[in-house]
């Protein structure tokens, strides 16, 4: 049915920056709200950023001014720019998708469609 896909995470030195892509398929592909969580070892998923389909945004107070999300010319495609990155932004990054508002669009729990998730590395 849905498929998302993240790619560009690796290994980076603090302070560098990293950018993050996502893109979702399918037939029946409807988003209203797309974004970013992480999670690291031995810590709950966190939200990272969001977007919906007419572009507002919004942001983790962690990653805040550092991070900026932003869509292509589809809908289904969400890319995450990091920079002034730290040790503590090291964790998988995974791409989610919904396709109705409703609930907390900063809960892992309200978002249907999830990708496998990409390693970022934030060395010292």
């Known amino acids: 049915q849905v498929q998302l896909v993240e790619s560009g995470g690796g290994l980076v030195q603090a302070g560098g920056s990293l950018t993050l892509s996502c893109v979702a398929s399918g037939r029946t592909f409807s988003s209203a709200q797309m974004a970013w969580f992480r999670q690291a070892p031995g810590k709950e998923r966190e939200f990272v950023a969001a977007i919906t389909w007419t572009g507002s945004t919004d942001y983790g107070n962690s990653v805040k001014g550092r991070f900026t999300i932003s869509g292509a010319n589809a809908k289904n495609t969400v890319s995450l720019q990091m920079n002034s990155l730290q040790p503590e932004d090291t964790a998988v990054y995974y791409c989610?998708?919904?396709?109705?508002?409703?609930?907390?669009?900063?809960?892992?729990?309200?978002?249907?469609?999830w990708g496998q998730g990409t390693q970022v590395t934030v060395s010292s």
């Open positions: 989610a998708s919904r396709t109705e508002f409703g609930l907390d669009h900063r809960t892992a729990y309200s978002y249907e469609y």
